[in-house]
């Protein structure tokens, strides 16, 4: 029998589950499979409820098991459900990614009919559009830095090293064999990335789903997204710096211009469609990010 066990971290997120789970148990799937959530409580400061129990009646094809550990990061929650896992297919996901209908099956069918342990499948992820994206947002998905799946439109393939995004991607338990999420990034992310680049070196290759949709219910204002990007800058401890770019970036902020673009966005971010400038700013505090790291990544775990 096909087994296919999804896993969900999450971080103080019992309302965002609660909407995930529904997406979740309104999926169907081929018949053959067993399906099971494996949702890992990243140490929440309220302990996700026994979801286990309230929705273990609903489907009988659906089962769901809750673990838990100490606030350590996605990375460690992640892992440890990866160890607790036994299904022939992990499926990751967000706790704030909704499956829209049809979007699970589109991955279980894939994986019956790419057997081979190499074969993986990425979904699409698009903004609910019932948090009223704004902006920003909308240009965070297209030509941003967020999701850019607007470079692959039409591709039957995406690099791992760049698409390996675990909010929705599925792969065979197999193949991953002893590779985990890196537990060094604390922060924000990359350690996707750098496992979907680690698994592309061993021959991973990630097949799009342009049918399997899923929506990303998370709001965020103009502000909330440039803190995201000095987060990113600040993880990404082995970026490419130099010289020139340290004196680009002092520049920036010597004579004003970060100040002004901050000022600039905290008052119209959220309002304005202004895709250069969007760019400048967020590109602006990535950098902020990589050269303030130590400061950042401080206050983070404060």
């Not at 209908?101 to 342990?117: D, K, S, V, Y």
């Not at 990630?206 to 342009?210: E, F, N, S, T």
């Not at 803190?227 to 680009?248: D, F, H, L, M, P």
């Given at each position: 029998?096909?087994?296919?066990?999804?896993?969900?971290?999450?971080?103080?997120?019992?309302e965002k589950l609660s909407y995930t789970l529904e997406a979740l148990l309104a999926q169907d799937i081929p018949s053959g499979w067993t399906v099971r959530v494996i949702v890992s409580d990243d140490g929440s400061h309220e302990p996700i409820a026994d979801i286990d129990k309230t929705y273990a009646w609903v489907h009988p094809w659906l089962s769901l098991s809750i673990i838990r550990s100490s606030h350590t990061g996605r990375s460690h929650a992640r892992n440890i459900a990866i160890d607790y896992a036994t299904g022939d297919i992990l499926l990751f996901l967000a706790d704030d990614i909704l499956l829209r209908?049809?979007?699970?099956?589109?991955?279980?069918?894939?994986?019956?009919?790419?057997?081979?342990?190499n074969m993986a499948a990425l979904g699409c992820v698009a903004w609910d559009p019932r948090i009223h994206p704004t902006p920003f947002m909308d240009w965070m998905m297209h030509g941003g830095q967020q999701n850019d799946y607007d470079a692959i439109l039409g591709a039957h393939t995406a690099n791992a090293g760049h698409y390996f995004y675990g909010s929705f991607v599925s792969m065979k338990r197999m193949f991953l064999e002893d590779n985990r999420f890196s537990e060094q990034f604390s922060a924000y992310g990359w350690e996707d990335l750098?496992?979907?680049?680690?698994?592309h070196t061993k021959g991973l290759v990630?097949?799009?789903?342009?049918n399997a949709i899923s929506l990303h219910?998370?709001?965020?204002?103009?502000?909330?997204?440039?803190?995201?990007?000095?987060?990113?800058?600040?993880?990404?401890?082995?970026?490419?710096?130099?010289?020139?770019?340290?004196?680009?970036h002092g520049l920036y902020v010597a004579i004003g211009a970060r100040a002004v673009s901050l000022y600039f966005i905290k008052k119209w971010g959220d309002k304005v469609n202004f895709p250069r400038f969007f760019a400048l700013v967020t590109a602006g505090e990535f950098w902020y990010g990589v050269h303030h790291a130590n400061s950042l990544l401080k206050s983070e775990l404060q």
């Open positions: 029998m096909n087994t296919c066990d999804i896993i969900i971290p999450t971080y103080n997120g019992q209908p049809g979007a699970l099956r589109e991955h279980l069918i894939f994986h019956e009919t790419n057997n081979t342990n750098e496992l979907g680049e680690c698994l990630l097949h799009v789903l342009p219910r998370h709001r965020y204002t103009a502000s909330a997204i440039l803190e995201r990007q000095r987060i990113v800058g600040s993880a990404k401890y082995r970026v490419n710096t130099n010289a020139t770019r340290r004196v680009i």
